[in-house]
């Protein structure tokens, strides 16, 4: 029954991981690539621009993985050091 649940949780948790990685992954890239079309579109529209846009887009750019990056290492987290398994280990007793 124990290792039942130990393998619920570790199951759970990879789908997790999963969904974590995965969809910041698409949404990172998603939004990556609508930043880098607007750029584009106001770099023809006023190409005098283009320095003060290009630093406020790799500005955006840095903070969007930075999203992603944390919630690699939240998911990571869960990996390799799993709180929910200690959890289930001080019920059991």
Do not use: W
């Not at 393998?7 to 609508?34: D, F, H, K, M, P």
């Not at 003060?52 to 969007?64: E, H, S, V």
């Amino acid at each position: 029954m124990e290792q039942q649940a130990y393998a619920l949780v570790q199951a759970y948790t990879a789908i997790g991981i999963g969904l974590i990685i995965g969809l910041g992954a698409i949404g990172a890239c998603i939004g990556i690539g609508i930043m880098g079309s607007k750029f584009l579109e106001s770099a023809a529209r006023q190409p005098e621009l283009v320095p003060m846009l290009q630093g406020r887009m790799f500005l955006l750019a840095g903070l969007i993985d930075a999203a992603f990056l944390i919630g690699v290492a939240l998911a990571m987290f869960f990996g390799i050091a799993n709180p929910l398994l200690s959890i289930l280990k001080g019920l059991a007793h």
